[in-house]
């Protein structure tokens, strides 16, 4: 009999896993999953990532478990560990999702790749979620979504025939032992399959109805956005499962303008979105690191600026909203689109800091980094993707916009509460007289604004537009946008039909 190795990685489920599936079909098996030291001490990871995943380890051993099999975790270099687990346990093939992620992992599995050739063991790669490997062009990309996303899931085995590696089984070591970043925000979301359930079905039957208008606010998203987005990242469910289980809530829903059906709808197209960012990092692996619009190169790598950045990680810019986002991603592993929006907004341009190590930074803080998304996203709000609008949010509007009353900021900064209510976003304005009087013990610590707002996002435009206007960084726009620029479609707004496979109903743009 055949015997195949099964390596989870980011597809932490037995549910529509094609992975699982085609090896049990091919034989026996042995589940396994790999504790990879260098991407780990990468800085990009932090422990609130390795902690989410042992949770939903722990979910899938359960699982595993009840059709008959072991889910092994094994620590080291993944070639080391591969080499190791065949000298002692031969095997035919591995089986694994194609991942997209980090660029560490890029490069894990084009060594994994070579180590197979070399033992000659086949790597079969089944697709994960709507993102395609080797498509270097967008205009077919949509229907192939389309056509995944609808297709029927991949079935559960009812049983697995397993085989037991001849290796030593040892604890998975803590986050300490393996030098992780040790951030650990104490409200952040738990791992596993069960939970994603859970915040899935909560979100489907109750919270969709705030979705639209809902998502942009810090003080409604927390519960307005689905929350599911740490569990599509792992994989404890997959794109195709949500997306499906959403079009069918829409298909069942009997008023088709309801707030529900809108939100269900509105869902369904940040699905679309969710698999169209990490394409562009499938298709350009150092984007990771790399300008994706080569002409936007030394636009700010060398003016990098360590006091606007300590200013902006330790959440004392000086601007509230800011400074309150800062404080509550550190304390839920969470903040929403538009607050992360204008925190990239505000480091790339009244602080000027270059997209890479603040992107670091906001991967081990956002429990949710999905490299595909947050590098593009990074860039797109930094202005170095060329072929977007550049998107400059205000922190003082935006914090009248979606907090006027500055109940968001006096959540998550304690020593504004007692500020009055005109000067709760800009408190460096009160006057002397009335600080005295704010508070009775002593008047409350304010930090004014690091630079100056107007003074220094103006100088920032004047740098990036003088840039953009460049001939030959305007000449190179198009190759830029053939590769990684969407292609928008008509929004389909038909109720699909209970019981047939549903269509896509994106609606491409990221609207708020």
């Known amino acids: 009999m055949a015997k195949s190795v099964v390596w989870f990685k980011k597809d932490l489920r037995i549910h529509d896993n094609a992975a699982l599936a085609k090896a049990a079909e091919a ?58 687990l065949h000298a002692h346990t031969p095997f035919d093939a591995i089986y694994s999702h194609q991942e997209t992620g980090n660029y560490a992992s890029f490069m894990r599995d084009l060594a994994v790749k070579g180590w197979c050739k070399n033992k000659n063991i086949a790597w079969h790669e089944p697709i994960q979620s709507g993102v395609f490997r080797g498509r270097l062009d967008r205009d077919d990309w949509q229907r192939l979504w389309t056509q995944h996303t609808s297709q029927s899931q991949t079935p559960t085995p009812e049983r697995l025939v397993s085989f037991q590696p001849l290796v030593e089984q040892v604890k998975p070591p803590t986050a300490e032992q393996l030098a992780i970043d040790l951030l650990d925000p104490p409200s952040r979301q738990r791992g596993g399959r069960s939970q994603a359930m859970y915040v899935l079905d909560d979100f489907i039957n109750n919270r969709s109805e705030s979705y639209r208008g809902g ?52 869902m369904v197209s940040r699905l679309y979105w969710h698999c169209h960012f990490i394409q562009k990092l499938e298709c350009e692996p150092e984007l990771e690191f790399q300008n994706m619009h080569r002409g936007y190169d030394g636009l700010r790598e060398n003016d990098w ?56 930074w906001l991967a081990r803080h956002f429990l949710d980094y999905e490299p595909g998304i947050h590098w593009s996203q990074m860039q797109m709000q930094s202005g170095t993707t060329g072929i977007n609008i550049p998107r400059i949010y205000n922190p003082i509007k935006q914090a009248q916009d979606h907090d006027p009353r500055g109940v968001f900021v006096r959540k998550w900064l304690p020593e504004l509460r007692q500020v009055p209510d005109p000067w709760v976003f800009e408190p460096w304005k009160i006057p002397d007289d009335l600080i005295r009087t704010v508070s009775k013990v002593s008047p409350p610590k304010i930090n004014a ?25 305007s000449a190179e726009k198009s190759a830029v946008l053939n590769k990684h620029g969407s292609r928008k479609r008509p929004v389909l707004r038909n109720k699909p ?14 609207d708020f």
């Open 27 to 84: 034989g026996a098996v042995c589940c396994i999953y790999i504790v990879e030291p260098s991407i780990w001490q990468g800085p990009d990871a932090s422990k609130q990532h390795y902690d989410f995943i042992l949770e939903s380890l722990r979910d899938l051993y359960v699982a595993l478990k009840k059709l008959g099999a072991t889910l092994h975790v094994l620590t080291g270099e993944a070639c080391d560990v591969l080499e190791r």
């Open 215 to 266: 998502i942009s606010s810090p003080l409604s998203a927390p519960t307005a956005c689905s929350r599911i987005s740490p569990y599509l990242t792992h994989g404890c469910v997959s794109v195709r499962e949500v997306y499906q289980r959403v079009m069918y809530a829409i298909a069942d829903e009997t008023q088709e303008d309801s707030r529900r059906a809108k939100g269900l709808r509105s």
């Open 305 to 360: 600026n360590a006091k606007h950045f300590d200013a902006l990680s330790e959440g004392r810019t000086g601007w509230p909203i800011v400074d309150a986002c800062v404080a509550m991603l550190k304390h839920t592993g969470w903040i929403n689109f538009r607050m992360r929006a204008m925190l990239v907004s505000t480091a790339a341009y009244p602080l000027w800091l270059h997209w890479k190590p603040v992107g670091n």
């Open 449 to 473: 604004p690091i630079v100056d707002l107007e003074m220094s996002t103006r100088a920032a435009k004047q740098k990036l537009f003088e840039r953009r206007g460049r001939p030959e960084v």
């Open 497 to 510: 039909k209970s019981g047939t496979a549903p269509p896509v109903s994106p609606q491409h743009t990221l």
